[in-house]
């Protein structure tokens, strides 16, 4: 899995406790979609992926548009990794409350505790979101569905996650300072985890990023990419690091991202020089060298391919769309 932690090392994931629930049966929320909840964060983050943690109770989690129902219970963590508008709710039917008015608000003061229901059944859950550029993370997130679920009681680690999480969140408001980072690294720590674990779980025939990371010698091919990008690999270089030769690397490679080593490698070069020039004042010239390219000329090349313009013109155009929004 050393390659999901030098990604989620470049990403530079931003994660806080939005919401603290206790619902008693029957209840519905609505939560918005993570557009709107982009527009109230103070990360300039542009991808916001949205997570649930059922503590105590039971109840139901469903994407709102055509999502079916998924049953939670205790322990289980369901993640929206495309952050979209779902429902939440345990007994029978009754009319949503919609928590967009109230987004503003409970993200201003980093944790608010609701209370509301039909006075059965009692449901607890900590709620949070992870912010992230949506041009880093897109690989990664691309191959996991709108919802997942993972249950946090079935290791060791996931217990003392789900309990040191819990009493950090119960403690945050008698804390001294930090205590609201301390919340944050730890929903974090939450979102790799639950990642990790749904890795494992894949099917042994299941192809794409995911599946890549978990193949011993992809991973460890994909691991050096990310934790070295402007190193001057070669399929040769890369093949004995790895341990293969070039035609199986290249084969098993194709296998998982149905791309080679170095056109993977050229695609990840770019987002994170898009990265760079929409978060800094460093020249092209710069971000080029700092991304690996000898050549400047041949930077604008690749990246005008990849983006469709020139990289001073994408640095503008993202600018002023973030200035509007």
């Known amino acids: 899995m050393d390659v999901l932690s030098e990604m989620l090392k470049t990403v530079k994931l931003d994660g806080a406790v939005f919401f603290h629930g206790e619902f008693s049966a029957p209840w519905c929320v609505r939560q918005p979609d993570g557009c709107a909840m982009a527009s109230y964060l103070s990360s300039a983050s542009s991808h916001v992926i949205i997570f649930h943690l059922l503590t105590e109770?039971?109840?139901?989690?469903?994407?709102?548009?055509?999502?079916?129902?998924?049953?939670?219970?205790?322990?289980?963590?369901?993640?929206?990794?495309?952050?979209?508008?779902?429902?939440?709710?345990?007994?029978?039917?009754?009319?949503?409350?919609?928590?967009?008015?109230?987004?503003?608000?409970?993200?201003?003061?980093?944790?608010?505790?609701?209370?509301?229901?039909?006075?059965g059944e009692l449901t607890r859950l900590i709620c949070g979101y992870m912010a992230c550029d949506s041009q880093l993370c897109?690989?990664?997130?691309?191959?996991?569905?709108?919802?997942?679920?993972?249950?946090?009681?079935?290791?060791?680690?996931?217990?003392?996650?789900?309990?040191?999480?819990?009493?950090?969140?119960?403690?945050?408001?008698?804390?001294?300072?930090?205590?609201?980072?301390?919340?944050?690294?730890?929903?974090?720590?939450?979102?790799?985890?639950?990642?990790r674990r749904y890795i494992e779980k894949l099917p042994a025939s299941q192809t794409g990023w995911l599946a890549g990371v978990r193949d011993p010698d992809v991973g460890k091919a994909l691991a050096l990419l990310h934790k070295q990008p402007s190193h001057p690999w070669t399929i040769a270089s890369l093949a004995e690091a790895v341990g293969l030769s070039r035609s199986v690397l290249a084969e098993r490679f194709r296998h998982y991202l149905s791309d080679t080593p170095m056109g993977y490698l050229t695609r990840w070069r770019l987002q994170l020089a898009a990265q760079v020039l929409t978060s800094t004042s460093k020249s092209v010239a710069e971000v080029a060298g700092e991304v690996g390219y000898e050549s400047e000329p041949s930077f604008n090349r690749a990246f005008k391919r990849e983006f469709g313009v020139p990289p001073a013109r994408f640095r503008s155009q993202t600018r002023r769309t973030h200035q509007k929004n």
Do not use: C
């Open 57 to 119: 109770g039971h109840g139901y989690a469903r994407i709102e548009e055509h999502g079916r129902p998924v049953t939670l219970s205790p322990g289980d963590v369901v993640m929206f990794p495309h952050g979209d508008a779902h429902l939440m709710g345990n007994g029978h039917p009754v009319t949503p409350v919609d928590s967009t008015e109230q987004l503003q608000h409970v993200l201003a003061e980093g944790k608010m505790v609701s209370q509301f229901g039909g006075g």
């Open 138 to 195: 897109r690989m990664f997130l691309a191959g996991l569905p709108p919802l997942l679920k993972i249950n946090m009681r079935d290791s060791p680690s996931g217990k003392w996650l789900e309990e040191t999480l819990r009493y950090s969140v119960e403690q945050a408001d008698a804390s001294g300072p930090g205590a609201t980072a301390v919340v944050a690294k730890l929903s974090e720590a939450l979102f790799a985890d639950t990642l």
